[in-house]
């Protein structure tokens, strides 16, 4: 009989939607780069990400003038939805054989429609071709059933990890998926400045200007083949990939010239309590990197309301 635990991490099988999660790519790098353009600036690009939610995918609330308004992928009803403070909700569906070029079109018309001018630089960033969205109609596949899933598994893996990052005082991002990999991640930070990342764009430059530990989810890729879980440290100290990992299916890997840890998403499936094998992970993965580094590992640790009261 099938765990009940399991139907919450359903299987994601990267060759069966590739097409549309290229599609979905380039559909959630529109909606990030109008958040670039107009959100006003915080450190390490925190603002300009997308937030997996009740309903799908948001961009969260983006002000224009005295006007403020929401991207959201209602993935409930499949439609992109555009919510502002001076009006009713703006929408169109989402199916398939919905071009890049299409979505674009119309997401702008409906900005403009409610005020909003806005350009941006309209070509993909860091994908597999670089064809302007105006323009792309290689793009154009839509599972329903495969952007439901990946949604619900994000879901599951958000309220994971806003769990895990409650328990350190440390400077810590809010969870938030990045539209560069589509890659849910969370970071947290030591406080010290980190090297200069030489011959590093723009992007690596604030991401990495201070000492970081990552956490990460993503969906599969050209390198590795299906949905895994992974967490580095930079910069990258000596011995890392010595360090043991919990659960036993977790594994370092080389990448870039650096150890990342790695723990496929169908590992986790199969186990008695996948959630928890993800918190393993994630506090395997952070100890690993801290002790090798030296961060105060003590003093950035939350204790619970339990300790708390009894004053330890």
């Known amino acids: 009989m099938n765990n009940p635990r399991q139907s919450i991490f359903p299987p994601l099988p990267l060759d069966e939607w590739e097409a549309t999660k290229e599609t979905l790519h380039r559909y959630f790098q529109i909606a990030g780069k109008i958040r670039l353009k107009l959100m006003p600036r915080k450190n390490h690009w925190w603002y300009i990400t997308l937030h997996p939610n009740s309903r799908g995918f ?4 983006i002000p224009y003038g005295p006007l403020f308004f929401e991207i959201q992928f209602d993935l409930l009803n499949h439609r992109l939805v555009i919510s502002n403070s001076n009006g009713p909700d703006q929408y169109f569906e989402l199916y398939n054989g919905l071009t890049v070029a299409q979505f674009y079109t119309r997401i702008m018309k409906l900005l403009f429609d409610i005020g909003v001018e806005v350009q941006i630089l309209g070509k993909p960033y860091d994908l597999s071709d670089e064809i302007p969205f105006a323009s792309c109609e290689k793009h154009h596949t839509y599972q ?28 810590t991002c809010p969870v938030h998926l990045y539209w560069h990999h589509m890659d849910l991640a969370v970071t947290r930070f030591s406080g ?6 030489k011959g590093a764009g723009i992007a690596d430059k604030d991401a990495y ?7 990460g989810f993503w969906a599969g890729d ?8 992974y967490s580095y440290t930079y910069p990258s100290p000596k011995g890392l990939d010595l360090e043991p990992l919990q659960p036993d299916t ?12 790695l723990l496929m998403y169908d590992d986790i499936r199969v186990k008695d309590d996948p959630r928890e094998s993800i918190l393993e992970f994630l506090e395997s993965t952070y100890l690993a990197g801290a002790k090798r580094a030296g961060w105060d590992i003590d003093g950035h640790r939350v204790p619970s309301l339990e300790d708390l009261k009894a004053g330890t």
């Not at 948001?58 to 609330?61: I, M």
């Not at 010290?192 to 990342?197: T, V, W």
């Not at 050209?222 to 879980?229: D, H, I, K, T």
């Open 250 to 261: 977790a594994r370092w890997i080389d990448s870039n010239g650096s150890p990342m840890a």
């Open 58 to 61: 948001s961009t969260g609330s």
């Open 222 to 229: 050209q390198e590795v083949r299906a949905p895994a879980f």
């Open 144 to 171: 329903k059933d495969y952007v439901y899933r990946f949604w619900q598994i994000m879901l599951q893996v958000d309220h994971v990890f806003k769990e895990f990052s409650g328990r350190s005082y440390s400077k």
């Open 192 to 197: 010290k400045k980190a090297p200069e990342m």
């Open 209 to 215: 200007s201070h000492e970081v530990i990552s956490f």
